[in-house]
């Protein structure tokens, strides 16, 4: 397993960007799809992009097509989420995640492990 840590998260107009970040520990962070999830307050957490062991692959969620990018550098063992375009529905505690399956997960199940999660707040 993997430590992760997010940070970027903040607070940001409707319309405006971030630029998430994931740094995890450890040697064989190349070994690994990562995934970004989030969670909104009262929601369960759902499934945002996804990023092959090597960057390919990448898969989103319907609601963030166009808008979000997910890329990763495996050797800084960072996966980042550039979020463009915010809207408040996007508001929500952003997690990244680990996962060992090469092929698209998009279950919290088939992940395993987690960081601490950065909060986004988009105002209206």
């Known amino acids: 397993q993997v430590q992760l840590v997010e940070s970027g998260g903040g607070l940001v107009q409707a319309g405006g960007s971030l630029r998430l970040s994931c740094a995890a520990s450890g040697r064989t962070f190349g070994s690994y799809a990562m995934g970004w999830f989030r969670q909104a307050p009262g929601k369960e957490r759902e499934f945002v992009a996804r990023i092959s062991k090597s960057g390919g692959g990448p898969y989103y969620t319907n609601s963030v097509k166009g808008r979000f990018t997910i890329s990763r550098d495996n050797a800084k063992n960072t996966v980042y989420l550039q979020m463009n375009s915010l809207i408040p529905e996007d508001t929500a505690v952003y997690f990244c995640?680990?996962?060992?399956?090469?092929?698209?997960?998009?279950?919290?199940?088939?992940?395993?492990?987690w960081g601490q999660g950065t909060q986004v707040t988009v105002s209206s």
């Open positions: 995640a680990s996962t060992q399956y090469s092929n698209i997960v998009i279950g919290i199940d088939g992940y395993d492990s």
